[in-house]
């Protein structure tokens, strides 16, 4: 079974920067994309960004600038290096990733969500 570990999430305050980490492990043959999620209480699970297996990356409109995305492919990891941190940014972040298993085909996976909370 594929399952995908998060790590990083805490408590910090405005203008403060936290590291999110995500690793994928199980009987894996490729990751395609994957990217993170994120629900504050009462909304939607909101895209905030995605990379490619290539690198190509997209973000969120309200965290271009202060997110930067990454990954580490030999690793089966993705992190989110979080800047300038806002209240606003507060929520339940989810990673995620397209994943094609060694023999039985391709399936989409969700870490278990880690708490970001910035105070003001």
């Known amino acids: 079974q594929v ?7 805490g408590l910090v ?3 403060g920067s936290l590291k999110l980490s995500c690793a994928a492990s199980g009987s894996i043959f490729r990751i395609n994309t994957m ?23 997209n973000y969120a409109d309200s965290v271009k600038g202060r ?14 290096q979080m800047n300038s941190l806002r209240p606003a940014d507060t929520a339940v ?10 023999f039985n085909g391709r399936d989409n996976y969700w870490g278990q969500g880690t708490q970001v909370t910035v105070s003001s």
């Open 3 to 9: 399952q995908l570990v998060e790590s990083g999430g």
């Open 93 to 102: 972040y989810y990673c995620n990733a397209d994943i094609i298993r060694m």
């Open 35 to 57: 990217g993170w999620y994120r629900q504050a209480p009462g909304s939607q699970r909101e895209l905030v960004a995605a990379i490619t297996s290539g690198g190509t990356t």
């Open 67 to 80: 997110f930067t995305i990454s990954r580490d492919n030999a690793q089966n990891t993705v992190y989110l």
């Open 13 to 15: 305050q405005a203008g």
